[in-house]
């Protein structure tokens, strides 16, 4: 082999290793990248938001060990559930959705402006965002693959947020002050305490669950989705 052709070879496989870990290695590079961009961390960050009277209360850091952010399509809304080391758990806050895409069903493929449907973890949080903050699901998940491998569907989209502002192409976003207050909390309690819950509508209040024409196993997502919201009632609604 020459070496102009060995040359050859080892530009092209930097290249194909740069390729694959922009689009999978986001999860890596897009926090460090946020962090060092304009000296702007995390830390500093929830250090103006809690001297701006932002984040959990002294009460609710106390009690807290866990927390579940609880997305709702149909009602436009987020909710904030807190758990204790008991294992009881209660809402603390709610946050109205400021814009919407897409419709109810899960996400598919990248580009179809839909919000996914399941159960996420948080990846990072991200004080750079276009949006303000924000706050990254780890879409798409097991779930999301698994699906995806049996129809045979590649590019299931990414990056998903939580975020700021009055816009979105399939991320939840709750606007600038409730997005601080959320950050906040998350990163009092450690993002890997954080579990999300995403539903195309309330199955603790209806049982109804949509047809989504495209899939045959709705059923299946909605039923882990349904079983995952269950603990979590108001106080007085436990039926």
Excluded at 20 to 30: A, D, K, M
Excluded at 184 to 192: D, E
Aim: proline share 5%; charged share 30%.
């Amino acid at each position: 082999m020459t070496s102009r052709l060995r040359f050859l070879l080892s530009v092209l496989a930097m290249l194909v290793l740069g390729v694959i870990l922009y689009r999978s290695g986001g999860s890596i590079w897009r926090p460090v990248f946020a962090e060092v961009k304009e000296n702007k961390t995390v830390k500093s960050v929830v250090a103006e938001t809690v001297a701006a009277g932002k984040g959990l209360t002294a009460e609710e850091e106390e009690e807290a060990a866990a927390l579940v952010l609880i997305g709702l399509k149909e009602e436009r809304e987020l909710e904030v559930w807190l758990t204790d080391d008991e294992g009881n758990h209660r809402k603390i806050r709610s946050y109205p959705f400021t814009a919407f895409s897409g419709k109810s069903g899960p996400k598919l493929r990248e580009g179809d402006l839909q919000i996914p449907e399941g159960i996420y973890e948080i990846e990072y949080l991200n004080p750079q965002s276009r949006y303000h903050l924000s706050i990254k699901l780890d879409y798409p998940n097991a779930f999301d693959r698994k699906k995806g491998a049996e129809e045979d569907r590649e590019f299931l989209g990414g990056d998903i947020f939580i975020h700021g502002r009055a816009v979105t192409i399939g991320c939840i976003p709750i606007g600038d002050d409730a997005i601080e207050d959320l950050f906040t909390i998350v990163s009092q309690i450690g993002k890997s305490n954080v579990q999300t819950i995403i539903a195309p509508r309330d199955f603790r209040t209806s049982r109804e669950f949509p047809e989504i024409a495209p899939v045959d196993w709705e059923e299946e997502l909605y039923l882990g989705i349904e079983e995952a919201l269950d603990p979590f009632r108001e106080v007085g609604d436990q039926g």
